[in-house]
């Protein structure tokens, strides 16, 4: 833990060491240095004595003072005074804005049960417990969903994999479960690193900091790069395997046909600690790495030659990320690439892949308060009828595209009449098919939204709109994964609440018992594993026999959260090969918690679930093979999300210095294509897939396949006129308008949202006339009129 003091005087300003966990930001917890005068936060600089970052922050954090001083910040509770769209608002109290909500969750609860409301987060990052908590305990509702992302399709689909093929989440070790990193005598740095559908660099996903990559290249890593596009780490590597997208599964067979027909794996541990070999030896073989090559359109030369690299390093580490998730075999897809690691003994070993845990277990997630649902609640959750990985307690959440569809067909089983949607901009971002998503929350007869700023969504759709707090003005902390880091609350911008605070002012009215804490901090120390006498009945855990799970809160061994303040972080023991040491299993016996103690490379639960127990591709919904008809109407494949170093999602297009630098969304696409097509750098151009389209700018890029282009997600303009038909003109640019909802793997998890055809066009003045922003709001979306747009 640190030694250094957490807080001082520099002259006329007050430094505070802390963690950076919230909007606008990213989706790590970096340590950093708050300059604070008069209440006001005026200067940021990185942490150098933190040993997550060692100082190092990116350019989001680095302009938080920007974001933190905005005038277009929400700043006080609003209540629609016109019509939903029209962007017109009352302040309000929150004493009025709480009595309003508290009226219309009380009368839901009363007519059609607390199932009916909908609780709704974004990104989660600092409310991924406190949310659920909410929806589970005060509103009673088991409809606790991730803003109606189509198949839960960003990390999800690898949590849910991992937990019943190893019963643990796996990352890339890069020293970051020790306080000492590089220097701990245990740690080995990778001989080689496989990026697999990320660019770490970049994102921050997952709480993994992109530039220990760069350290581990320092001290010698070579790098393996799956991708379809040139990023700056596959422009380093030994071996960059340019594949089509959402053919992941394939090429991760085709590896796998070599490591395993070439005898290059590990037997020892695959004797003793895995499950399920033979089968998975037997299904490889229907994936020569020729027919990969087919497949995929990577070289079967560079296959071949990147899995023997692979295999043959020791250790060696993959780090993943959404890519995977992005596709209907968002489960197959993770379970191939588990096995990549599992059967070359890189299994929580130094320099492998290794069990990833919440500091000193204190986050509990996305089933925090769950035991407070009676079970007749619990198994009403949407998408449980359907998804068995849902119904048998293996996931943690509702599925969003079963709510979309109850809210589509006039509330079978049974009808949503709220959503709370707290730090979630739904169809700007997070919604695939956009316009459909923006139409259904129409439909629900009260909303509220919890943000930083008036978004699209909340101009569209929001009754009551609530200003939430950034980082440096709540008290919080971050434990996922490690080290445990607290969030510390330094300055006040007008009415702005933590997120905690509105959560527990909102469920002590609602449900006084389940929130029995007079203070945010209160609530903090509880969930930390403090104070368990004082609220026994605060949380109600239960074994789950279906989930084979066990339910409890953290542990800091007394630590209080205000000792955790002025130590700002502290990293709990750590071990390597955990499963030998019974550090596991719940009969503490050697073993990895699953029902045979071994890794399952074949998931016996999936065959008791009628979903394939092994990995295999399949073709994504459309593409040039599964729907050649298509192809012709679409003759380019579309990928999506690649980050920027500006924006995280929707968030930032406030900020003057991020939109300097990054003005406009960009598309790229092969110089070649965009000559046969007419297009020239520069060109603002229209994307168009069957169901919706989008226009950006087209940048060339000779690095992308010429058959593939890659469009930027998130936009949206808040310098544009926020009352519809403008909507800060948040579908003219939106990708989401030719993605779709409900096209799902079997398990219910995954979204073909990377993977799917559109063409591209050269906008003009005649086939611009009618932007998609009016369309959508005033034209009944594309689903009537599209044959008659203007070419």
């Known amino acids: 833990m640190s030694g250094k003091e957490w807080q001082w005087q520099e002259g006329e300003y007050t430094v505070t060491r802390s963690t950076h966990w919230s909007g606008p930001g990213c989706h790590d917890g970096c340590g950093l240095l708050y300059y604070t005068k008069d209440n006001k936060l005026v200067k940021v600089e990185g942490d150098l004595d933190n040993p997550y970052n060692m100082g190092r922050l990116c350019m989001r954090c680095l302009n938080q003072v920007e974001a933190y001083n905005s005038p277009q910040r929400l700043k006080w509770p609003l209540k629609r005074a016109g019509e939903r769209g029209e962007n017109k608002w009352e302040r309000i109290s929150w004493d009025e804005a709480y009595d309003i909500i508290v009226e219309k969750v009380k009368g839901i609860q009363a007519e059609f049960g607390g199932k009916s409301i909908i609780g709704m987060e974004g990104t989660g990052r600092n409310i991924i417990w406190q949310v659920p908590y909410l929806t589970y305990a005060a509103f009673g509702s088991p409809n606790y969903v991730l803003g109606f992302l189509s198949g839960d399709s960003c990390y999800l689909p690898r949590a849910a994999q991992q937990a ?82 959402g053919t992941d599964c394939a090429l991760a067979m085709g590896m796998l046909n070599v490591i395993i027909n070439e005898d290059l794996y590990d037997h020892d541990f695959v004797e003793n600690w895995c499950s399920g070999f033979e089968e998975l030896q037997e299904r490889v073989q229907e994936y020569p790495t020729d027919k990969v090559a087919e497949i995929t359109w990577v070289p079967k030369e560079i296959i071949e030659a990147a899995a023997r690299r692979y295999a043959t390093a020791k ?16 489960i197959a897809t993770a379970q191939a690439v588990n096995s990549l690691w599992a059967i070359t003994g890189n299994t929580d070993v130094p320099g492998g892949n290794v069990i990833a845990k919440s500091g000193f277990n204190v986050d509990d ?126 300055t006040q911008y007008e009415e702005c609440k933590s997120d905690e605070q509105i959560i527990l002012d909102l469920g002590k009215r609602l449900h006084p018992a389940a929130f029995p804490w007079e203070t ?15 609220y026994p009945d605060a949380f109600k855990y239960e074994w789950s026999e279906e989930g084979k799970k066990f339910r409890e809160r953290g542990n800091t061994k007394g630590l209080t959260y205000s000792e955790l303040k002025e130590k700002v972080y502290i990293y ?8 030998e040491k019974g550090l596991l299993r719940r009969d503490r016996q050697p073993g990895f918690n699953t029902a045979d103690g071994k890794v399952q490379l074949y998931i016996d639960l999936f065959d008791a679930f009628d979903v394939d127990p092994l990995p295999a591709h399949v073709e994504p919904p459309e593409s040039p093979y599964s729907d050649p008809e298509l192809y012709k109407e679409y003759p380019l494949i579309l990928t999506s999300g690649a980050r920027s170093w500006e924006f995280f999602h929707s968030e930032h297009r406030q900020q003057p210095t991020m939109r300097m630098f990054h003005p406009q969304p960009l598309v790229e696409i092969h110089p070649d294509t965009a000559k046969n097509l007419g297009i020239q750098e520069g060109d603002w151009v229209w994307i168009e897939s069957k169901r919706g389209r989008c226009k950006q700018i087209a940048t060339l890029k000779a690095a992308i396949d010429p058959r593939v282009v890659s469009a930027e997600h998130g936009w949206w303009f808040p310098e544009k006129e926020g009352a ?3 909507l800060f003109g948040t579908f003219d640019s939106n990708i989401n308008n030719l993605t779709s909802q409900c096209q799902n793997g079997p398990t219910g998890y995954g979204a073909p949202n990377k993977n799917l055809l559109c063409r591209i066009y050269k906008a003009t003045e005649e086939n611009s006339k009618i932007m998609p922003s009016e369309q959508v709001t ?8 599209r044959a008659q747009l203007p070419e």
């Open 315 to 330: 250790p060696a580490a993959i780090q993943w990320g959404l890519a995977i998730d992005q596709q209907v075999t968002g």
């Open 520 to 534: 945010v901090a209160d609530w903090i120390n509880w969930k930390m594993g403090n104070d368990k006498d004082k």
């Open 572 to 579: 709990p023991e750590w071990q390597y090969k955990k499963y």
């Open 724 to 726: 519809e038909p403008s």
């Open 164 to 245: 019943v093929m190893n019963s643990d989440f796996f990352v890339c070790d890069t020293a970051q479960f020790f306080e000492e990193r590089y220097n701990n005598p245990e740690f080995k740095c990778p001989e080689v690193i496989v990026i697999w559908g990320n660019n770490p660099i970049i994102s921050n996903g997952d709480g993994f900091f992109g530039h220990w990559i760069v350290d581990e290249m320092r001290m010698g890593a070579k790098l393996i790069v799956v991708d379809p596009r040139l990023t700056w780490l596959a422009a380093r590597a030994d071996y960059w395997l340019q594949l089509r997208p």
């Open 778 to 785: 005033r034209r009944g979306g594309w689903e009537y009129v």
């Open 365 to 490: 997630g996305y089933s925090c308060g769950y035991g407070w649902l009676p079970k007749d609640v619990q198994e009403a959750r949407f998408g449980n009828e359907k998804n068995p990985l849902k119904k048998y307690g293996l996931a943690s959440t509702a599925h969003g595209d079963t709510v979309l569809e109850a809210i589509e067909n006039g509330g079978q089983p049974y009808p949503v009449k709220m959503l709370w949607l707290q730090t979630t901009n739904t169809f700007a971002n997070m919604a695939s098919e956009a316009p459909r998503v923006y139409e259904a929350m129409k439909k629900v007869e009260f909303n509220v939204v919890v943000d930083l700023f008036m978004t699209p969504t909340a101009v569209a759709c929001a009754d009551i709109v609530l200003p939430a707090g950034m980082s440096a003005e709540r008290d919080s902390f971050r434990a996922w994964f490690a080290p445990l880091r607290a969030i510390t609350k330094l």
